[in-house]
């Protein structure tokens, strides 16, 4: 899913003449993914069944 978000974001970016400055952006995506994982680990964790 980021790799799609980044190529897209780039080609209409080129399209529409936007100037992005991909650090911000790659910076943007790297804490969205891991509050993702942190997010995603906890659930499974809560999900867990607690042993004897």
Do not use: A, H, N, W
């Amino acid at each position: 899913m980021p790799t799609l978000g980044i190529t897209f974001l780039l080609v209409l970016g080129s399209f529409v003449g936007l100037s992005i400055q991909m650090e911000y952006v790659l910076l943007g995506i790297l804490g969205f993914l891991t509050f993702f994982q942190f997010m995603l680990i906890g659930m499974i964790k809560s999900k867990r069944p607690v042993g004897i």
